[in-house]
Nanobody, 122 residues
Framework: QVQLVESGGGLVQPGGSLRLSCAAS????????VGWYRQAPGKQRELVAT????????HYADSVKGRFTISRDNAKNTVYLQMNSLKPEDTAVYYC???????????????WGQGTQVTVSS
């Protein structure tokens, strides 16, 4: 069974940094794209950043561009989100996302992690 597991969340001071990790495990044939979404209380889940596995092309939400960096280690099936210059408005549950094809299936599907809490506060 394919799983995405996030780690690295926590409490950080405004202006501080945090690095999130997401590891995919299970019987995976290929991963096309991975990324991060976040959801703050009372708000819709929003896209933060994505990266294409093959090309490394990235996309960032305007609100995080210049502060966050997404990267991946294909050999480890792991994606990272380096978050710098954190602001209180970055406080949210961050979810890992991937579109992938499991082994033994020709069907691509979306997978989500369980989420990790990021709190930016003094």
């Amino acid at each position: 069974q394919v799983q995405l597991v996030e780690s690295g969340g926590g409490l950080v001071q405004p202006g501080g940094s945090l690095r999130l990790s997401c590891a995919a495990s299970g019987s995976i044939f290929r991963i096309s794209v991975v990324g991060w979404y976040r959801q703050a209380p009372g708000k819709q889940r929003e896209l933060v950043a994505t990266i294409t596995t093959s090309s490394g092309n990235t996309h960032y939400a305007d609100s995080v561009k210049g502060r966050f960096t997404i990267s991946r280690d294909n050999a480890k099936n792991t994606v990272y989100l380096q978050m710098n210059s954190l602001k209180p408005e970055d406080t949210a549950v961050y979810y890992c996302y991937s579109n992938l094809r499991p082994r033994g299936s020709g069907d691509w599907a979306d997978y989500w992690g369980q989420g990790t809490q990021v709190t930016v506060s003094s």
